[in-house]
């Protein structure tokens, strides 16, 4: 399974990013892809997740109401449409898919099996 992240950028505050994630080569029909962020000196957290099938959506709270997760119609790329960012939103942004697509974890990193190399957001002030 192939994870790939592209669209990450510079912005200055209220700005918006769009990021894209792309899986290929999955063998599994019901999983959960989320997106979670890394800053420098932090922990990774989670940012939001779609499952499939059924498309539903969660949102960590610190993002909902600004950010948008979504699936095209082939499911195979998963967009996170980022509005209003601040400075606090600046981290290296990962795309994973859990295979087990099991939703009690969908907000935990460590249930996530195979990850993106990661794009940079940078939010100006």
């Known amino acids: 399974v192939h994870v790939v992240e592209s669209g990450g950028g510079l912005v200055q505050t209220g700005g918006s990013l769009r990021l894209s994630c792309t899986v290929s080569g999955r063998f599994y029909r019901n999983y959960n892809t989320g997106w979670f962020r890394q800053a420098p000196g932090k922990e990774r957290e989670f940012v939001a997740a779609?499952?499939?099938?059924?498309?539903?959506?969660f949102y960590a709270d610190s993002v909902k109401g600004r950010f948008t997760i979504a699936t095209n119609n082939t499911e195979n790329t998963v967009d996170l449409q980022m509005n209003s960012l601040t400075p606090d939103d600046t981290a290296v942004y990962y795309c994973?898919?859990?295979?087990?697509?099991?939703?009690?974890?969908?907000?935990?990193?460590?249930?996530?099996?195979?990850w993106g190399q990661g794009t940079q957001v940078t939010v100006s002030s």
């Open positions: 779609i499952r499939t099938p059924g498309r539903a959506t």
């Open positions: 994973a898919d859990d295979a087990g697509g099991i939703l009690d974890v969908i907000r935990d990193h460590d249930h996530y099996d195979y």
